[in-house]
T-cell receptor, first 115, second 114 residues
Framework: AQKVTQAQTEISVVEKEDVTLDCVYETRDTTYYLFWYKQPPSGELVFLIRRNSFDEQNEISGRYSWNFQKSTSSFNFTITASQVVDSAVYFCALSEEGGADGLTFGKGTHLIIQP | GAVVSQHPSRVICKSGTSVKIECRSL??????MFWYRQFPKQSLMLMATSNEGSKATYEQGVEKDKFLINHASLTLSTLTVTSAHPEDSSFYIC??????????FGSGTRLTVV
């Protein structure tokens, strides 16, 4: 069965600090997809990234970067020079090729950026 | 980009009544939609997968008679919470798409049963 673990329940940093959100996943499939979503207090889910299991290239998008390592089953997310607007709950999620097409979410990490 | 419209955004209902939540794909056809539930300060849990023109597939532990899902067209899926009780109070959110090309989420519905 698939599982996503976000061990950090809450992280609080001061603005401009870099912060890394950890995500560890479990799956038996060789083909799967990993996602990160941002959920601000309003509740909607904001898509950040999607990565399939065959693409281990790290990705950078502005202040955001992702480190995908199949050897450790991790897909970590780093925010560089954090800003107050980055405050939200961040979810890592997984979908297995051989399973239902929906997403299995981690429990989320509440990120607080203090001014 | 793809947009999924979800209504209502908030609803308060009395215990024992039913509530219908709509999820529409605005600029694309969605053969499959997904319904999730999120309790306060918790993660999102997949409730069911809705397929156009066929019965929904429910996840283990989700009562199909309580959470009625209808996907009568390629752009509309509805979730009806029947005989709602306070423990059904939650944030319900739909999404369309698939793992191969990504998921688009609605804005969610906050249901409060009093």
């Amino acid at each position: 069965a698939q599982k996503v673990t976000q061990a950090q329940t809450e992280i609080s940093v001061v603005e401009k600090e870099d912060v890394t959100l950890d995500c560890v996943y479990e799956t038996r499939d060789t083909t799967y997809y990993l996602f990160w979503y941002k959920q601000p207090p309003s509740g909607e889910l904001v898509f950040l990234i999607r990565r399939n299991s065959f693409d281990e290239q790290n990705e950078i998008s502005g202040r955001y970067s992702w480190n995908f390592q199949k050897s450790t089953s991790s897909f970590n997310f780093t925010i560089t020079a954090s800003q107050v607007v980055d405050s939200a709950v961040y979810f890592c999620a997984l979908s297995e090729e051989g399973g239902a097409d929906g997403l299995t979410f981690g429990k989320g990490t509440h990120l607080i950026i203090q001014p | 980009g793809a947009v999924v419209s979800q209504h209502p955004s908030r609803v308060i209902c009395k215990s024992g009544t039913s509530v219908k939540i709509e999820c529409r794909s605005l600029d694309f056809q969605a053969t499959t939609m997904f319904w999730y539930r999120q309790f306060p300060k918790q993660s999102l849990m997949l409730m069911a997968t809705s397929n156009e023109g066929s019965k929904a597939t429910y996840e283990q532990g989700v009562e199909k008679d309580k959470f009625l899902i209808n996907h009568a067209s390629l752009t509309l899926s509805t979730l009806t919470v029947t005989s709602a009780h306070p423990e059904d109070s939650s944030f319900y959110i739909c999404s369309a798409g698939g793992r191969g090309y990504g998921y688009t989420f609605g804005s969610g519905t906050r249901l409060t049963v009093v």
